[in-house]
């Protein structure tokens, strides 16, 4: 279940070849898709390796974890944004292939239900891509989340703000609400792979290896998927014990 790599390159290259082995196998694969910087180097992989090996992806669904409340499609910290620009637009996705949950709708509740829905109309996601934060939130699913949920509206937590507000030019336009996939929706994906670069996400993954499944850290629900991967750099995978470090290389 873990692969442990020695550098962010490697992970990368390893996880875009996963996408790219789905996407060959099953040409219509519904694909749930993260953002984050963790996935900036796995899409480049990605285009990469389409670069080389162009494949028709005319039919591949993708749907998108999670989304910011208030911001736009065209403001760049939008999730939106960061898809198009790290991957979309540089692919032959139709366009209607192509959701993520809308930030701006007047309906949440009608919104989220309908994004879930959706997904499990398609069958359910072939595959799942997986970021986690320092706090263990899975999508934006936040400590304490109920792993039944389906999508639905959270506040941020304190600390999903503090990390994330790096990526804003005035961290006051930090938002304080998301729409997200929720854990059920995630559990319910075929196969999940969920990948952690850096040191700073080295505590988190030794609190995920030894929790319980306990909804206070959201990504242990994933030890309830029978088709789990677990990705890291050997910075993120330093504190895990020994024995873990040994048999994932
Ligand atoms: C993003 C998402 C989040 C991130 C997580 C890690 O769509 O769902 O769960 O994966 O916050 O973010 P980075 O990669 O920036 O550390």
């Given amino acids: 279940m ?20 789905k996407i060959k196998a099953v040409p219509n694969a519904k694909l749930g898709l993260a953002t984050g910087s963790t996935m ?27 989304e910011y409340i208030g911001l736009s499609a065209q403001h760049p910290q939008s999730y939106c944004y960061y898809m198009h620009q ?19 709708t007047s309906d ?5 239900q309908a994004y879930s829905d959706a997904i499990q109309a398609m069958g359910g996601l072939d595959l799942q891509l997986l970021g986690i934060g320092s706090n263990g939130h899975i999508g934006f699913n936040e400590p304490q989340t109920c792993f039944a949920s389906r999508t639905h509206v959270v506040e941020l937590s304190e600390q999903t703000r503090i990390d994330n507000s790096r990526f804003f030019t005035d961290p006051a336009e930090m938002p304080t609400h998301a729409l997200t996939m929720g854990i059920q929706d ?45 990705v890291l750099d050997r910075e993120a995978a330093a504190l895990l014990p020994e024995q873990v470090l040994r048999s994932a290389i």
């Fill in 2 to 21: 873990y692969k442990i790599f020695a550098t962010v390159d490697e992970v990368s290259r390893y996880t875009a070849q996963r996408l790219l082995n």
């Fill in 40 to 66: 900036k180097p796995v899409y480049e992989h990605l285009l990469k390796k389409l670069t080389q090996t162009p494949l028709d992806l005319s039919q591949l669904i993708t749907f998108n974890l999670d």
């Fill in 86 to 104: 790290y991957l979309f637009d540089k692919l032959q996705v139709p366009e209607c292939n192509i959701h993520l949950p809308d930030g701006l």
């Fill in 108 to 112: 949440f509740v009608a919104a989220c």
């Fill in 186 to 230: 995630i559990l319910d994906a075929k196969e999940i792979i969920l990948v952690a670069t850096g040191s700073h996400k080295a505590e988190i993954m030794a609190q995920l290896f030894s929790s319980e499944i306990d909804e206070a850290l959201p990504a242990s629900a994933l030890k309830k998927h029978h088709n789990l991967s677990i």
